[in-house]
């Protein structure tokens, strides 16, 4: 992760969906370091892109449909677009590398104490005490090798989630399974972070979390600056 990402402490994110041929769906999102919210949602009609630059403004944007029904509004061509397989390959990635740090450091404190051990009580007294820690390997999330947003309501039902929402128009059903399936997502990613924040002794005591992955976030960073 880069300092840049780590300083970012708030995101908007939009899931838009174009597969409604003359309209546009919109679900917001808003992520801090503590929630994720879905904060707003819209149906637009073609014509309507100044309203639909004011939503997007400063979001990072996930589409739902086709590419060429996206092209047939220009705005969003201007927005800072995401893949949800990016956020998936980063939180595998760190977990991986929380899990490999933890083994080494673990593996470490074994070799050490065993050398500590071997040596003759009358001379150990004499060095830095040695101590087996026993550490409980850290608990992170079972992520997914892919999602497919397309059929949010198929995922979640997998994941043994609500499917639906009664009452839900059906113009905005697909862009708020997204959007809802997104925010487990996203609160996976944090008590994940929360998980190796807590691991101090693997990632650092300078270690902070971030509220998104990197890959994410630095797209933000790149747009405000």
Do not use: H
């Not at 092209?71 to 990635?93: G, H, K, Y």
């Not at 929380?98 to 080494?104: I, P």
């Not at 820690?133 to 608990?139: A, F, R, T, Y």
């Amino acid at each position: 992760m880069t300092a840049d990402s780590r300083e970012i402490g708030f995101a908007g994110i939009a899931v838009v969906d174009f597969k409604l041929g003359d309209k546009i769906a919109i679900e917001a999102i808003s992520v801090t370091q503590d929630s994720c919210d879905l904060s707003g949602a819209w149906l637009f009609k073609i014509g309507e892109e100044e309203k639909l630059s004011t939503i997007l403004e400063n979001k990072l944007v996930i589409v739902l449909g086709e590419e060429n029904a996206a092209r047939s509004w220009p705005v969003i061509q201007a927005t800072s677009r995401v893949a949800i397989n990016d956020f998936l390959t980063e939180a595998r990635e760190e977990v991986l590398t929380a899990l490999s740090l933890f083994q080494e450091f673990n593996a470490k404190n074994l070799q050490e104490y065993d050398a500590y051990m071997k040596i003759k009580p009358t001379e150990r007294k004499l060095l830095p005490k040695v101590t087996k820690k026993n550490l409980v390997e850290p608990n992170f999330s079972s992520w997914p090798d892919s999602i497919d947003l397309e059929i949010s309501k198929q995922e979640l039902e997998r994941l043994g989630k609500l499917s639906s929402i009664k009452g839900t128009p059906d113009d905005m059903k697909r862009v708020l399974a997204a959007s809802r399936l997104l925010q487990i997502l996203i609160y996976m990613w944090k008590n994940d972070e929360v998980e190796r924040l807590n691991r101090q002794y693997v990632i650092g005591s300078d270690a902070k979390s971030t509220i998104l992955p990197a890959i994410w976030l630095e797209k933000l960073f790149t747009k405000a600056i």
